[in-house]
Structure formats: structure tokens, C-alpha cells
């Protein structure tokens, strides 16, 4: 069974940083791209960040160019997203989710809150 | 940049009658393999979105035939012949363009 687990959500004040992990099991990690897709409340989805396989690719939406950065550990079947110089508009459910091999995201994990606010 | 757009925002139906959504981009969704990678995602409140169809029409294993996709070039429709209570939550249109994945605003259908 496919399993995506993310971690790190958390309150931060605006400018600080957080590390978000995801950790994944069932399937090859190593042979799929993975993302970060988010969801402010009460909004859409909005895909973050995308990283192939390897790492030799990496996608980021124009918001958080800069200020974000994914990465993976494929020894330890883990997606990361290292966010910095957080704004309040950041705040957002955020899912690690695997494009698969149609290029949608056929799993998701439950999601990690991040909140950013004084 | 690619813009998805979903008529209508949202939609109330009576249990059993069919619901219908449409989603139109701004421009070509032809990925650089020349495949239309156009999925359609559904979400309940609380939950992760959960992937319905992919590649315009092709439905995941376990989801009920009552859901159908269909669509070319530019504009997309995603079916349920009638809906269940199991339906309501926000449909989520989605395309996957060299290594870039947008998503529509989402179309919230609920019980009339």
C-alpha cells in the first residue's frame, strides 16, 4: 500500500523558516518524481514544488522561488521542503503528493498545517 | 503561464440527476511527448484530494463508472451520470505541461 506521511508543520513567525518532511513507503521512491502541493484555507490547490527522481530537476512555483527548496534523500525514501523568509500568505495546508505515471497526482499524504503569523 | 477555468464554481444537484463540469484552458495543454496529461481530482472537506480520472477519460481503478471524462484541444468535461451522496466536495481539474502542474479553481457540488 502506497503511504506518503508528511511532518514539520508548525506556527512560525513571518521571515522564519521550517523544514517539512515526507516519508514514503509501498512504492520505488526513487523511480517518481515527487511535489509539494499546498492549500491556504478555504482556497484551491497550488503545486509548490516538483523534484524528479533523481534530483537532477526541480520545478518551484514563482512565489516561493528563493525562498523554498525541495529535496529528497532517496536512501530514506524522503521528500523535504526547506522554507524560508516565510510570509503570511504562505500559510497553507501543504501535501506531498507523487505524480504518477500519467503525470497526475494519483497519492497524497493527509497534509502538514503550516501557519505563519505573528 | 497556463490558466485552468472551471464553469460553474458551484454546482447543487438532486440526488440521482447527472452533474456536469466544464474546464477550458487559456492555451494548448500538449505536453512536450504530445499526450494531453488532464486529470480530474475530488475533495472532501478534511481530506486530501483524491485522483477520479487521468490523460482526459482514463478512470482509476475503484472509481464507479457513474464518473466520466471527455474533452480535446482546449476544453474539458468531467460527468457523473447521477450523483450519490458519496459526490459532494470540490472537483479539481488539473494539467501537467513540461514539468509544470496547474490546477483549475475547483467546483464545489452539493445536495440540492
Known amino acids: 500500500e502506497v503511504q506518503l506521511v508528511e511532518s514539520g508543520g508548525a506556527l512560525v513567525q513571518p521571515g522564519g523558516s521550517l523544514r517539512l518532511s515526507c516519508v514514503a513507503s509501498g512504492f520505488s521512491f526513487e523511480t517518481y518524481w515527487m511535489s509539494w502541493v499546498r492549500q491556504a484555507p478555504g482556497k484551491g490547490l497550488e503545486c509548490v514544488a516538483t523534484?524528479?527522481?533523481?534530483?537532477?530537476?526541480?520545478f518551484y512555483v514563482d512565489s516561493v522561488k528563493g525562498r523554498f527548496t525541495i529535496s529528497r534523500d532517496n536512501s530514506q525514501n524522503s521528500l523535504y521542503l526547506q522554507m524560508d523568509s516565510l510570509r503570511a500568505e504562505d500559510t497553507a495546508v501543504y501535501y506531498c503528493?507523487?505524480?504518477?505515471?500519467?503525470?497526475?497526482?494519483?497519492?497524497w499524504g493527509q497534509g502538514a498545517q503550516v501557519t505563519v503569523s505573528s | 503561464d497556463i490558466v485552468m477555468t472551471q464553469t460553474p464554481l458551484s454546482s447543487p444537484v438532486t440526488l440521482g440527476q447527472p452533474a456536469s463540469i466544464s474546464c477550458r484552458s487559456s492555451e494548448s495543454l500538449v505536453h512536450s511527448d504530445g499526450n494531453i496529461y488532464l486529470s480530474w481530482l475530488h475533495q472532501r472537506p478534511g481530506q486530501p484530494p483524491r485522483l477520479l480520472i487521468n490523460?482526459?477519460?482514463n478512470r482509476l481503478s475503484g472509481v464507479p463508472d457513474r464518473f466520466s471524462g471527455s474533452g480535446a484541444g482546449t476544453d474539458f468535461t468531467l460527468r457523473i451520470s447521477r450523483v450519490t451522496a458519496d459526490d459532494v466536495g470540490v472537483y479539481y481539474c488539473m494539467v501537467s505541461t513540461q514539468s509544470t502542474w496547474t490546477f483549475g479553481q475547483g467546483t464545489k457540488v452539493e445536495i440540492k
Open positions: 490523460k482526459i477519460s
Open positions: 503528493a507523487r505524480p504518477g505515471s500519467l503525470w497526475s497526482f494519483d497519492f
Open positions: 523534484m524528479s527522481s533523481y534530483g537532477n530537476q526541480k
